[in-house]
């Protein structure tokens, strides 16, 4: 096989700026409303072509230190069921049979095999999505060899908003990072649709533990619900965070403590992991601080927005990013990664920015 299907990306994490769960479903699903971000803290990917039907995975450890959760089971079996790679894979193989239904005559094209590589620096889980980013990215590798089968740009989206409806079967966070924008997310992880939000910069924290997923979502103990309640508390929740876009696009603001969205999952997470909720929620409160203080004394004034990340357990605290104080600002946030890492050293510390 040539290696004109070679490339290597970056696969990000995301954020959720105020999670919301307002009730679930008949199946057992939840719906749950959130503005997700992308953000610089991510995952590299390496692709090399192969024979069709190859596969092959590794990685690389370069998980934040003393992270207690393994990489091996994840990784050493290409067929593992927790593997949404190789899931990825057996996906996209089996969408392009039904290309020829966009108005392309693919002929005998087969895609090629993958040998796919990670630099893995996104804990899982870690409330960051990193492995929903990794499928994305091989869905957009194939992607992009698919791409040039399609004669006009119509097909070409139509065959794109079918893969994207498909590939919330593998993973709710999946359509969101195929899109890698600002989104209102609806649903099971539909996007309700995308923002335009100014940029963001802030600090992470990734505690050397994580939240398990399903003990979280029944912890929050959801129930089903009429029709026409559903839909009022479905508005309800959509507008909230509506509401709160429409602060962030202010930017900068006379109180230094803005309140982001309710994230439910941290009452659960009080319930099922108290001892570790504790020291999170302590750490919120010093990072807000720190950063609080650490603009002051730059003489910046922004809204502070502090939080947790999906079902857990990595926390940030997240401001507008200025158009004119950018070395300021750079200078105040190490100064407060400084402040937070020795009251928290079991917790990695970084900055980042959404991309």
């Known amino acids: 096989m040539k290696n004109q299907f070679n490339s290597a990306v970056k696969s990000y994490a995301k954020l959720n700026l105020g999670l919301l769960v307002p009730f679930k479903y008949k199946s057992g699903y939840h719906h749950i409303v959130s503005i997700f971000v992308p953000i610089s803290f991510a995952d590299e990917i390496s692709f090399q072509s192969l024979e069709p039907e190859k596969f092959q995975l590794s990685y690389t450890d370069k998980l934040p230190f003393g992270y207690e959760a393994s990489l091996n089971g994840v990784f050493s079996k290409a067929d593992s ?67 040039k089968l399609f004669t006009d740009k119509k097909s070409k989206d139509l065959f794109f908003q079918y893969i994207q ?132 004394k730059a003489g910046i004034k922004r809204n502070i927005y502090t939080s947790m990340s999906g079902s857990g357990a990595s926390i940030f605290s997240i401001i507008v990013t200025g158009s004119q104080e950018k070395k300021d600002l750079n200078k105040a946030l190490k100064s407060a990664v400084t402040k937070i890492e020795a009251s928290f050293p079991e917790i990695s510390w970084m900055k980042f920015h959404s991309v």
């Open 81 to 147: 069921k927790n593997n949404l790679i190789y899931k990825a894979y057996l996906f996209m193989n089996e969408a392009v049979n039904s290309i020829n239904s966009y108005a392309v005559n693919s002929g005998d094209f087969r895609l090629p095999g993958i040998h796919v590589n990670i630099a893995k620096k996104i804990p899982s889980p870690g409330g960051l999505g990193g492995g929903s980013s990794n499928a994305a990215s091989v869905i957009l590798y194939y992607m992009k060899i698919i791409n």
């Open 165 to 296: 409806k498909e590939a919330l079967s593998l993973g709710s966070d999946i359509p969101f990072f195929l899109v890698k924008k600002p989104a209102l997310v609806s649903g099971i992880g539909e996007i309700k649709e995308t923002l335009e939000l100014p940029k963001l910069t802030g600090i992470l924290g990734v505690p050397r533990f994580g939240f398990s997923t399903p003990a979280m979502y029944s912890a929050l103990k959801k129930t089903l619900q009429t029709e026409n309640d559903l839909k009022t508390t479905l508005r309800k929740a959509e507008n909230d965070l509506k509401k709160f876009v429409k602060k962030l696009r202010l930017g900068s603001g006379k109180d230094y403590t803005g309140k982001m969205p309710e994230n439910e999952f941290i009452k659960a997470a009080q319930k099922v992991y108290p001892d570790k909720t504790e020291i999170l929620i302590r750490a919120m409160k010093n990072l807000s601080l720190a950063v609080k203080e650490s603009l002051e």
